[in-house]
Every structure is written in C-alpha cells, then in structure tokens.
C-alpha cells in the first residue's frame, strides 16, 4: 500500500512537470523553434535579457502587480476592520456576498464587465484610449480584494478583545491601539494576502486582456506571441520567473515554519 | 467576549465604495448591454440570438462537466496520500503541487503542444517504438486534459485541508469498531471530507466552463467554447458587445446556478453528517 501510493504521488507529480519540464528544456534549445530540439545553448537567456519587448512587460506586470498588491492589502484591511464593526448581520452579509462575487464569477465575466464599464467612463470623459495602465490597476485591484479580506478577517475575528481594552485603558487612542496591537497580532494573515493578491495579479491573463488596451503585461505579451510563433526566449524567461517563484516559495516556507508552526503552507 | 470590532465601520467604506463602483456597476452595464441593441433601445433580441451558441454552451458544460469528474478522481487519492504523509514531506509535496500554479498558464498550456503535437514527443516516441502515431492535438480529449492539468492544484488543495483536518480519533474509532481500510475510507473519510470535494469542484468547474485559451491552442478551431464566442464577439467591434453580453449573462447565471447548488449541498450534508 505505501508503495503503491509513493508511485502514485510521483505520477501525479510527472504530470504536473512534465509541461514544466518540457520548457525548461526547450529554452536551452539552439534553433529557433520550441518543437525541434538542435542543440542545447543558452543564448536564449541572453536574448531574453536584451529583447526590450519582453524586459518593459515584465517592468509593466511588476509594477501592477507591487501597486495592486499593496493597495488592494491596506483597503482590504481596512475594509475587514470596518466590515467586523457594522452590528447588523444583514449588512454584513450583504457585503460579504458582494465581496464574493469577483471570487466566485468567471474572470471573462468579470473582464469584460470591467471593460464594458472603462468604455463607457472613457466616452463621457472624451478620453483618447479608455483603455490603459489605470484601468488595468483598477481591475486588479478589485479582483485582489476579496482574497485580501478573506485572508485578514478570520484571524481578526480570532483577535483577544482584551489586550485592545487594556491598551485603550493604558491611555491609548482607539488609533494608536489599532496599529500598536491589533496590527502586529494580525500582520502575518495580511502578509499572506498581500502575497496573495501579489501572485494573482502577477498570472492574470484573462481580466487583463479585457482591460489593459495598448498597456501590455507580460501574460498578455506571452498571448499574443502564441498567436503567431513562440521562440525559445520566452521559455528562457518564464524559466527564470519559475526559478525564481520557486527560491521565493523555499525562503517563504522556511520563514513560515519558524514563525508560525501551526498553520498550513503559504 | 464582546463582538465589538477593533474600529469604527468608517473605514469600511472606501472599499464599499470600491465594491459599488467597480463590482456591481461593471456588471448592471452588462445586464443593460444585453438587453439592448447598438443604438440603446430595449430589445430581447441578444437574447434570442443565443440560440446560434448553444452548441458552444453544450461543449463548454460537457467538457467542463468530464475535466471536473476526472479531476476530482485523481485528486482524491493525491489528497488521501498526502495526509498519510509526515508533515515535513506533506508541506514539501505542498509546493510541488502549487508552484506550477506560479507559472504562467498560456505558457503551461502552450507546452502541451509541444507533447501532444503529431511530431510531438509522444508520437515521436511511439514511432520510434514501431508503432502508429496518434492524432492527441486538435481533439475534445486534448481541450480537456488542458482543463485537468490548469485546474487541477484548485482541486487537490481544498481536499488535502479537509482531509488534514480530520480527527485521527476518528478513524481510530471506526478500527476498534471493526472496519476495515475500505469502510473507514467510505464511511468517515469521504463524508467528512465531502466540503473540501465541493470546493473543489467549484473552483474547477467554473474556470474550466468560462475558459477561452485552452480550448483555442489544444483544441484547434473545432473545439469552440462559450469563453472563445464571448471573446470572439468583443474582438468583432462595438456592434457586436450586445450579444457578447447577452452570452456572458447567461454565464454567469449559468455559474451562480451552479454556485448555489453546491451551497445547497455542503449545508444540507454538513446537517446530516456533523
């Protein structure tokens, strides 16, 4: 039975690497196509550092990605503060479920919901392009919110009410008590969200393709290079990404492990 | 313990606003584009004219139906396995599964052609072996072995929570009670585990109905889903974001559908089994 199960586990997990596997290899590929294996090389890593196309998607997908992450953590923060405070279940169930729906809906719904409704703010304002970098913020921002809230509010509902009423006793102002002890004692739910949000926007394709216009992040650059014909740099560089995914998630599991032994992974 | 909150409701309502603006207004402009033709007169023509897609609509259903059913069989024992694991290598096997997710997906999906093509790696290996190529690229299986493989850490993880959760107690007692391996697993694993399985469903059902990637790279051209005529029709031009919309609504109740069923499910259950 151990056996068998060890040999399924590894199956599984061949089938999830073998498309990872498959990329990694064809990046070192010398010719030019990411079917026909000539030779190994890595001159495709140096292309993939020097073709500015690729390099200025990658700076416009971090910069989306650092922007909608950080936003989206103190909004949505401050949304589960304020959510926890309303008294009546009705409202707060209300919100929730709004709060949802971006979870919940199709991402194609959500784009182009978001696109239908940028369109229509770009005609009123007489706008040459509705559609760009502010718009893509926008809907990553909003898709980013629900995780955050999510992720922080369990862990501010599980919060001793009673170092708060001390701190507010020792003479603390209701603010200062917020980031001096509520804050700390949920910081790592909303660093879990932030890295949440963080990855979530980093992948996003489909609400992006909807919203970004001419404003090209990297999943999109990625997209319409397999329209026409994909060239190992792109493998090169998504292997460096992947790499680098994989230290960060190392590094992050053994923090985790040190700081919080009783919650799951990430 | 009082139930007040740590602030005041005040700080809730920048993201109320937030909320109000670019969730729910976003999706009354598709509610209004749907129901009217170009020039803003009410019409139910969008409607009517989903008709033509329903062969689309029966692709995307029936896919997603067959992706989430083979997912859901060959994550359950993943997640079994997992829980049987120690807990350093349970956390360890925790990355494995969830560090393709980081990868970018049209990436992942656009390696698959390169295995399944007709001069693909597997073909290549079965001529080298003496045998037939298969045709695997441009056919339903191939769409739907896409919609497994991109969704299929959305199911894993839901269960393996579940099932980590389960009180070791429990299935001790059901051995002092005289069960065996198959009807511990029957009668204590699977109904406890049974919200992680909604979950799970849910949350692979749902990209895999409104996908529209997939379906374009490993399906070839006859493969269309729902996704690729709602993106199709929004690529066509302004003339065309009525029945776009019109078809993205019916999605989307379609989902809620969907959603709501499930609930009804895991309470009723959790009702019966808790």
């Known amino acids: ?266 | 313990m009082n139930k007040k909150g740590f602030g005041s409701r005040i700080v809730a309502s920048p993201y109320i606003l937030w909320a109000a603006l670019f969730v729910i207004v976003p999706l009354i402009f598709i509610a209004y584009f749907a129901f009217t033709d170009p020039s803003g007169a009410f019409t139910f023509s969008n409607i009517m004219q989903i008709a033509k897609y329903k062969k689309a609509f029966g692709l995307s259903i029936l896919y997603s139906v067959i992706a989430t059913i083979i997912t859901l069989l060959i994550s359950y024992p993943m997640a079994y396995f997992m829980t049987k694991m120690k807990v350093s290598s349970q956390k360890m096997i925790m990355v494995i599964v969830m560090l393709p997710m980081w990868m970018n997906f049209l990436i992942r999906t656009y390696s698959w052609i390169t295995i399944l093509a007709n001069k693909g790696l597997i073909n290549t290996f079965l001529t080298s072996i003496g045998l037939h190529p298969v045709k695997l690229i441009n056919t339903p299986g191939a769409v739907i072995l896409g919609m497994v493989y991109d969704f299929i850490p959305y199911m894993i993880l839901p269960i393996y929570t579940v099932m980590s959760k389960i009180d070791n107690s429990l299935l001790e007692a059901a051995s002092d009670l005289g069960s065996n391996g198959f009807s511990r697993l029957r009668k204590v694993i699977l109904p406890l585990s049974f919200p992680g399985v909604i979950s799970g469903i849910t949350m692979v059902f749902v990209p895999c109905v409104s996908t529209f990637y997939i379906s374009q790279k490993l399906g070839g051209n006859k493969n269309l889903l729902i996704g690729d005529a709602i993106e199709y029709l929004f690529n066509s031009g302004p003339d065309f974001y009525n029945v776009a919309s019109a078809l993205s609504l019916v999605l989307m109740v379609m989902i809620l559908i969907c959603l709501f069923v499930m609930n009804y499910f895991t309470d009723s259950e959790e009702a019966t089994v808790l």
């Open chain 1, 1 to 266: 039975m151990k056996i068998l199960s060890r040999i399924y586990v590894a199956l599984m997990v061949f089938f999830l690497y073998a498309p990872v596997a498959v990329m990694i290899f064809f990046s070192f590929n010398s010719g030019e196509s990411v079917w026909v294996f000539e030779g190994f090389s890595a001159s495709w890593y140096a292309d993939a550092f020097t073709n500015t196309e690729m390099i200025e998607a990658l700076e416009r997908t971090l910069i989306v990605a650092i922007l909608s992450a950080t936003i989206s953590t103190v909004l949505g923060t401050a949304a589960a503060v304020g959510i926890l405070a309303f008294r009546k279940k009705i409202t707060k169930n209300a919100i929730m479920s709004v709060t949802n729906i971006p979870m919940m809906n199709a991402d194609i719904v959500t784009g182009v919901s978001l696109m239908l409704f940028f369109v229509f703010i770009g005609k009123i304002l007489g706008a040459y392009e509705s559609l760009g970098f502010a718009t893509v913020l926008i809907a990553h921002i909003t898709f980013n919110l629900p995780y955050v809230i999510l992720s922080v509010m369990p862990r501010l509902k599980a919060t001793d009410h009673s170092l708060h009423d001390a701190a507010l006793d020792l003479g603390c102002t209701p603010i200062s008590a917020f980031f001096k002890v509520i804050i700390p004692a949920i910081k790592t739910s909303i660093f879990t969200g932030f890295i949440m949000a963080f990855t979530l926007s980093l992948d996003d394709f489909v609400i992006s393709y909807f919203t970004c216009g001419h404003y090209q992040t990297l999943p999109i650059l990625i997209y319409n290079m397999t329209k026409k014909t994909v060239t190992p740099d792109v493998y090169a560089l998504s292997t460096i990404i992947f790499i680098a995914v994989f230290v960060l998630l190392i590094l992050y599991n053994i923090a985790g492990n040190k700081s919080d032994k009783k919650r799951g992974v990430v």
